[in-house]
């Protein structure tokens, strides 16, 4: 069985958000399925997603994120700030 390295519990869920890549770029929808304090898991359907990146949660509610893993469409980021 493979050990759980995550840090934090993870929540599942089914929200939509946005991803910005770099400033002055247009955000671009995702769907987050799953979220702890540490990070996400996002599903997207584009192909380029950069190193860090920004994720948008609501207007006022943005995180700072790097890329942990990609298989397909699905990819794991941690938050870095």
Partial sequence: ???NRRRSER???RRIAKIQTGAGSLPRDCTVT???DG???VVAEY???PPQF???FAPDHARQCRLA???GCE???EFID
Wanted: some cysteine; hydrophobic content about 60%.
């Fill in 34 to 36: 799953d979220i702890s």
């Fill in 39 to 41: 990070g996400v898991k």
């Fill in 54 to 56: 920004t994720i948008i």
């Fill in 47 to 49: 192909l380029e997603i």
């Fill in 69 to 71: 893993w990609r298989i």
């Fill in 11 to 13: 929540r599942l869920c």
């Fill in 75 to 77: 990819f794991g980021a």
């Fill in 1 to 3: 069985m493979l050990a």
